[in-house]
Structures are given as structure tokens and as C-alpha cells.
């Protein structure tokens, strides 16, 4: 689904993302794994066209999308979250996953503003199940930046799955939380795997990562050191070295 070749970052003389080439599956979750500064959020800010790319090539279901602009990635099916949480805090949560929404049919008047003035029946309800998914049913008028931290945590993913992606990019999206949110969060991965989203998983939290994901690829310096099952990761000298250690963080 999505494919990485010899795919390169570089900041003048820092090479952010060295050559790194990997394959995410359709169905699965996938897990990219490595300490601070490895490289993991610029892959991702790379296949989102956040950031150009140096060398290398992306591939989204057999489409070359290496100098997609991020307007573009979304309309293609990507969609992704933030390590530093980035809602429109001024907006209910309600609003937030409204604005999010792509054009529900192929019609002039399915734009935003004469959507909400409209109020158009579908893209209303899918806010209502999105809500009911982030387990915010009771908070829909309630303004963003009033949240909880888990409550915005579980928005912003809502937000996401607003833009109907196909691949989700999920930046640290337990960052912050404590272990039953973690928990709440492996299940609602689940869940969205069932519903046929695939998932790329940036995230320090090992129990999360190494209980919810199929394979992992671990980044260290850019350059990717291992590849493997949770269990192959778990037992890699390499990675034991350069990553995991004594603590089992990033």
C-alpha cells in the first residue's frame, strides 16, 4: 500500500532520513521505532508532503506521490496526527471534525461553508459517529481548547479519520497518556483496522507498540537497523543497543 524507496531527508550536513526503504501493507499496522532524533517524525512529515524530499521515492498504492503537496496526500487518502497536539481550539469539538470533512458528493454545493449553512444530513452524522468513536458524545459543543488532554489526544484522531483516509499516520498518539488511555487507544487501533483502515504507528510507548502492531521498522541516525515482528524487534541485539536498553523507551 505504501512503499519507501531509498528515501532521504537532509538539513544541510544532518541527514535526518538516510536511505530508507520500507513497505506498509494494506491491513496491517506497522510501527516505526527509534530514540529521540531518528528520523521518525520527518519520515512521516516526508510521506505527507510536509517536508520535500532530498532523494528517494514514495509510493501510495502505486501512485507516485513523492512531491505531493499535503492537500494532495489527504485527497489521496492519507491522513495523519501531530506529536504536539494541533486543534482549532477556539472550535467545539463538533466543528473541529465538520471542518475536517472532504467533499461528502460531487457537488458545488457540498463545500464547506454552504455544507454547514446546508446542514447536510450525511457529513452530520458521520460527525456523530466520530464523536461516539473518540468516546466524546457528552462534549460535542464543548470548545476544543476546554478539553481534557486525552479528550483532545482522542479528537484529533477523530479529526483524522474525519478526511475518510485510507492509511493513517499516527505521530505519538499515546504521548502523555496514562495506561488506561493507552489501553482505550490499542482497542480503538483495532477497531479501525477492522474497519479497514491500515495504520503507520510513530510512538515511544512500547507496550502499545510492541501489543497492537504486526511489524516494526526501528530508525536509528536516519537509517533504519532492524525490521521485523514485535517479538523479532524485542530479541535484536542492534536494537536492544541502539534503542531499547534497560528502560524500554525511545
Not at 520535500?52 to 502505486?62: D, K, L, N, W, Y
Not at 483495532?190 to 502499545?208: A, C, P, S
Not at 530479541?235 to 534503542?243: K, L, S, T
Request: overall charge negative.
Amino acid at each position: 500500500m505504501l512503499e519507501l524507496q531509498a528515501l532521504s531527508k537532509h538539513f544541510g550536513g544532518v541527514h535526518a532520513v538516510d536511505d530508507l526503504s520500507l513497505t506498509v501493507n494494506r491491513g496491517e499496522i506497522f510501527g516505526l521505532i527509534g530514540p529521540n532524533g531518528s528520523g521518525k517524525s520527518t519520515t512521516v512529515n516526508l510521506i505527507c508532503g510536509v517536508l520535500p524530499v532530498t532523494a528517494g521515492t514514495i509510493s501510495f498504492e502505486g501512485h507516485d506521490i513523492t512531491s505531493a503537496q499535503p492537500h494532495r496526500a489527504v485527497a489521496a487518502g492519507l491522513a495523519r496526527t501531530f506529536q504536539n497536539i494541533r486543534l482549532f481550539s477556539h472550535l467545539t469539538v463538533w466543528q473541529n471534525l465538520w471542518v475536517a470533512q472532504g467533499r461528502t458528493d460531487g457537488h458545488e454545493s457540498s463545500r464547506f461553508v454552504k455544507r454547514w449553512l446546508a446542514g447536510d444530513s450525511t457529513a452530520r452524522r458521520s460527525v456523530s459517529d466520530l464523536i461516539a468513536f473518540a468516546g466524546l458524545s457528552d462534549r460535542g459543543d464543548e470548545y476544543a481548547g476546554n478539553l481534557a488532554f486525552g479528550e483532545q489526544r482522542r479528537l484529533e484522531l477523530a479529526r483524522a479519520l474525519a478526511t475518510g483516509p485510507k492509511l493513517l499516520l499516527l505521530d505519538e498518539p499515546a504521548a502523555g497518556m496514562n495506561l488506561e488511555e493507552v489501553r482505550e487507544l490499542d482497542e480503538r487501533l483495532r477497531q479501525l483496522v477492522e474497519r479497514g483502515i491500515t495504520i503507520l504507528l510513530v510512538e515511544h510507548v512500547m507496550e502499545l507498540v510492541m501489543g497492537v502492531t504486526d511489524r516494526i521498522a526501528v530508525l536509528n541516525f536516519g537509517r533504519k537497523i532492524a525490521e521485523g515482528t514485535p517479538a523479532e524487534i524485542q530479541n535484536d541485539e542492534a536494537v536492544q543497543e541502539a534503542y531499547l536498553g534497560s528502560s524500554n523507551k525511545a
